[in-house]
Nanobody
Framework: QVHLVESGGGLAQAGGSLRLSCAAS????????MGWFRQAPGKEHEFVAA????????YYADSVKGRFTVTRDSAKNTVYLQMNAMKPEDTAIYYC????????????????WGQGTQVTVAS
């Protein structure tokens, strides 16, 4: 059974930084994509970033490109989302999820999800 646990959320000031972690367990993830999504109140899940476990290729939403960086530590089965130059519109619950499909920007491609971590950016 896949288990994903996010951590690192909290309150940041506009222009500040946070780093989220997602610890994955339960099976081998070498052929998967690990994605980060966020959901603001009253909105759908929004793709933020993704990384492939195999070669570390990264993908970003235009809204976070140049500000957020996704990395992985294969030895620890952990994926990170470094968020810099944060904006109030980054406020949301952030989720990590695993996908085997290449349609990585679609939430429907992801089978397993963490419980989410709240990120709040104050202006």
């Amino acid at each position: 059974q896949v288990h994903l646990v996010e951590s690192g959320g909290g309150l940041a000031q506009a222009g500040g930084s946070l780093r989220l972690s997602c610890a994955a367990s339960g099976r081998t993830f070498s052929n998967d994509y690990m994605g980060w999504f966020r959901q603001a109140p009253g909105k759908e899940h929004e793709f933020v970033a993704a990384i492939t476990w195999s070669d570390g290729s990264t993908y970003y939403a235009d809204s976070v490109k140049g500000r957020f960086t996704v990395t992985r530590d294969s030895a620890k089965n952990t994926v990170y989302l470094q968020m810099n130059a944060m904006k109030p519109e980054d406020t949301a619950i952030y989720y990590c999820a695993t996908a085997a499909s290449e349609s990585i920007r679609a939430a429907q491609s992801y089978a397993d999800w963490g419980q989410g971590t709240q990120v709040t950016v104050a202006s």
